[in-house]
């Protein structure tokens, strides 16, 4: 494309941890307009899951600048004149972008007070399957400009209960889950099985062992299978979720220890899946990628299919089973209609759905590209609207702005972190030691209190 047809694009993407980072940053590539030059700054919000070094390598994921802040630093970032970005993605929590869209309005309200009307469009959504606290979460992220939706299912879900409650549903735009890809599935020698470990789910260390210990027993009874336990962090380090019971401590109470064909693996999920012959989960989001690619996959029954697990959202995916069966050979095959439906590869369609092969997992992003696109030529953006405001939430909003440092206007209270003045040698090293000690606390002393308080 001619130089002088390209479009430049600013785009910030304000993330809280190492998996919204990565959904962040491949979202906006994905949505933003054809004919754009994107250039990409990343804010990673300061907090217990602040991605380290090695997490953020391990993303992949690659940004024109990238820097650590807190709530009110990054607000006031977005109302200088210099930082007018054309899209903004909000990769939070349901209350982190909440709190977010409250801050922002405020911002940008004292800025048109100065004549300035411009704003960027604001963005936010899911980093993958989206199986507890449906409303909760959705109505938490009401009030951007588009709210994504990784599936026709889930626009489906988030429409109805946007309109449920008498607010504005037309933000719901459907996409993709920005990540899939990858080369179609060809089998391995020797067969190699992938068990992807979540942090939180399970949550209980007798749940977690029991998994592993089925995880050994398969590679002692497939000793010509190259087995993989796929972990989503080191001990010490946070992901979306706390990990109070990391495997890779449960792995070291092992009698015997880990049989010679069976390893812990870290690095990036598509990298894994690119020698995997059979995935297996309880339910993350990685056997949505595993599908895409064809990859026999396997949600795990052996605890329940619950909500709290998870696994209740692969109802009818043609993909639960049990290690039991895995062990005796058995290899899911995955329902296509069902598998349609979640916005990855299907050999098939349904209702109004079309086949997702043949290239058209990009064309899943055309929709949200088509509306960015014409908020950004349309003129002045109207201002934010979220549907909780001190009237609709009284009891329940000005708790979630006050986590974030903002009073329930949006505007920074008293005494918030000071945004002009980078932290000098000595704060940082006492909120690495601060942020050091929750993670021991979470990982080593909580687990031991719980047990001495069921004694």
Not at 282 to 291: D, G, I, M, N, Y
Not at 294 to 318: A, C
Request: charge should be neutral; aromatic fraction near 6%; hydrophobic fraction near 40%.
């Amino acid at each position: 494309m001619p130089a002088s047809t390209t479009k430049s694009l600013r785009v910030a993407v304000l993330a809280d941890s190492d998996t919204r980072w990565k959904w962040g940053a491949l979202t906006a590539n994905r949505i933003a307009p054809a004919d754009s030059d994107i250039r990409l700054d990343g804010y990673l919000l300061r907090g217990r899951a602040t991605p380290t070094a090695r997490q953020l390598e391990e993303v992949g994921v690659r940004a024109d600048s990238l820097r650590e802040v807190t709530s009110v630093e990054f607000l006031k970032e977005m109302a200088r004149e210099e930082a007018a970005y054309d899209v903004l993605v909000l990769s939070l929590v349901g209350g982190g972008v909440q709190a977010m869209l409250h801050g922002l309005s405020h911002q940008w309200r004292e800025r048109a007070a100065t004549g300035s009307t411009k704003r960027p469009v604001v963005v936010t959504g899911y980093v993958g399957v989206v199986y507890e606290k449906l409303a909760d979460g959705l109505l938490l992220r009401h009030g951007a400009d588009l709210v994504l939706a990784n599936s026709r299912q889930d626009a489906d879900r988030f429409t109805a209960v946007y309109e449920g409650v008498g607010a504005d549903a037309s933000s719901v735009t459907e996409v993709a889950l920005p990540f899939l890809g990858g080369d179609p599935y060809e089998k391995h020698d020797p067969c190699t099985v992938v068990f992807a470990a979540q942090p939180s789910v399970p949550e209980s260390r007798k749940d977690r062992t029991y998994l592993l210990n089925r995880l050994v027993q398969h590679a002692r009874l497939h000793p010509d299978r190259e087995v993989l336990l796929k972990l989503r962090s080191k001990p010490g380090e946070h992901t979306t979720h706390i990990e109070e019971q990391p495997y890779q401590r449960l792995a070291e109470r092992i009698p015997g220890g880990l049989p010679a064909n069976l390893r812990l693996v870290y690095g990036h999920m598509g990298e894994v899946l690119d020698r995997t012959d059979l995935l297996v989960t309880v339910s993350s989001t990685a056997a949505l990628e595993s599908l895409h690619r064809r990859i026999p996959t396997v949600v795990l029954t052996d605890l329940g299919v619950r909500e709290s697990l998870g696994n209740h959202h692969f109802v009818g995916s043609g993909c639960l089973a049990s290690w039991d069966q895995l062990d005796d050979g058995h290899i899911p095959s995955p329902d296509e209609r069902w598998v349609a439906r979640q916005g990855v590869a299907a050999g098939g369609s349904d209702a109004g759905n079309p086949p997702a092969e043949g290239g058209s997992y990009e064309t899943a992003f055309d929709a949200a590209r088509e509306r960015i696109a014409g908020l950004l030529a349309g003129g002045a953006l109207p201002d934010l609207a979220p549907y909780y405001t001190p009237v609709t939430a009284p009891g329940y909003l000005p708790g979630i702005l006050a986590r974030h440092h903002l009073a329930p206007d949006g505007s920074p209270l008293p005494g918030a972190p000071d945004a002009d003045r980078e932290p000098g040698a000595v704060r940082q090293i006492v909120r690495r030691a601060a942020r050091g000690a929750y993670r021991h606390g979470v990982q080593r002393v909580a687990p031991v209190i719980r047990r001495m308080g069921e004694l």
